[in-house]
């Protein structure tokens, strides 16, 4: 398994997965208008019924943004149009490709912060990604004392303020990332184990058959990718929405 490069380029027109590889995509939301009506005309009638429903324009134009780009990135894996990836859903509301398609073995996770998004995706390994942007949290040593194990709670609380936050949101990606390839939700969060220091890469000890790697896709941003297994490659590709 290799680290997350600091180099985010466009993928070859070639692109190719193999079976040992993970891909993460950096996925812009804000774009311009006409890059974001192109991706609008590649979701089905239930996901534009779905933006609308958004209270705020950002929000909407970010889901637009963000669901049209998973749609033009699984298809180049698939070898079909955007408008043709159908998709199904779990209990819980996380989309899996469906049926018709799922024989691809194709696995994917998207997680979207502000106005970036990552999709990670590979063949057969249960993944989830999480992606954090760093923002000032009132009641952060409260919601560590909830959400993470003694320990760690207390590695949060004997931090400087500077420090808190970024460390509070390593283990939140950390533990996200794993939850959403397990399917567990939220819920489950003080029940992963992660090991972490503010100098020292995570480890995730809740179990053995998983591999963790963080990240930071870009400044004050933190993510995470969880996998099943290991002895995988990892490559990254910046998004491009096509124009016309």
């Given at each position: 398994?290799?680290?997350?490069?600091?180099?985010?380029?466009?993928?070859?027109?070639?692109?190719?997965?193999?079976?040992?590889e993970?891909?993460?995509?950096?996925?812009?939301?804000?774009?311009?208008?006409?890059?974001?009506?192109?991706l609008?005309?590649?979701?089905?009638?239930?996901?534009?019924?779905?933006?609308?429903?958004?209270?705020?324009?950002?929000?909407?134009?970010?889901?637009?943004?963000?669901?049209?780009?998973?749609?033009?990135?699984?298809?180049?894996?698939?070898?079909?149009?955007?408008?043709?990836?159908?998709?199904?859903?779990?209990?819980?509301?996380?989309?899996?490709?469906?049926?018709?398609?799922?024989?691809?073995?194709?696995?994917?996770?998207?997680?979207?912060?502000?106005?970036?998004?990552?999709?990670?995706?590979?063949?057969?390994?249960?993944?989830?990604?999480?992606?954090?942007?760093?923002?000032?949290?009132?009641?952060?040593?409260?919601?560590?004392?909830?959400?993470?194990?003694?320990?760690?709670?207390?590695?949060?609380?004997?931090?400087?303020?500077?420090?808190?936050?970024?460390v509070?949101?390593r283990?939140?990606?950390?533990?996200?990332?794993?939850?959403?390839?397990?399917?567990?939700?939220?819920?489950?969060?003080?029940?992963?184990?992660?090991?972490?220091?503010?100098?020292?890469?995570?480890?995730?000890?809740?179990s053995?058959?998983w591999?963790?790697?963080?990240?930071?896709?870009?400044?004050?941003?933190?993510?995470?990718?969880?996998?099943?297994?290991?002895?995988?490659?990892?490559?990254?590709?910046?998004?491009?929405?096509?124009?016309?």
């Open positions: 398994m290799t680290g997350i490069n600091d180099s985010w380029v466009p993928a070859p027109a070639d692109l190719t997965l193999l079976a040992n993970v891909h993460i995509w950096r996925i812009d939301l804000e774009i311009a208008d006409s890059l974001r009506e192109n609008a005309a590649t979701l089905s009638s239930d996901e534009l019924a779905r933006a609308n429903r958004f209270r705020f324009p950002e929000h909407r134009q970010r889901f637009i943004a963000g669901r049209g780009s998973l749609r033009n990135i699984l298809g180049r894996y698939l070898k079909i149009e955007p408008q043709q990836v159908r998709f199904d859903y779990e209990p819980r509301g996380k989309p899996l490709l469906a049926d018709s398609l799922a024989a691809s073995g194709l696995l994917f996770n998207l997680s979207h912060s502000q106005d970036l998004a990552l999709c990670a995706v590979n063949y057969t390994r249960k993944i989830g990604i999480d992606l954090e942007y760093i923002r000032s949290v009132s009641d952060l040593e409260a919601l560590a004392q909830r959400f993470f194990l003694p320990r760690e709670y207390e590695l949060v609380r004997s931090l400087p303020p500077h420090q808190q936050q970024e509070f949101f283990y939140w990606t950390c533990k996200e990332a794993y939850l959403k390839a397990t399917g567990d939700g939220i819920s489950q969060l003080e029940q992963v184990e992660v090991s972490l220091t503010p100098t020292q890469q995570a480890k995730l000890l809740t053995e058959d591999s963790l790697v963080e990240f930071t896709p870009a400044d004050n941003y933190r993510a995470a990718v969880a996998v099943a297994g290991s002895g995988w490659d990892l490559k990254c590709w910046q998004f491009t929405a096509i124009t016309g």
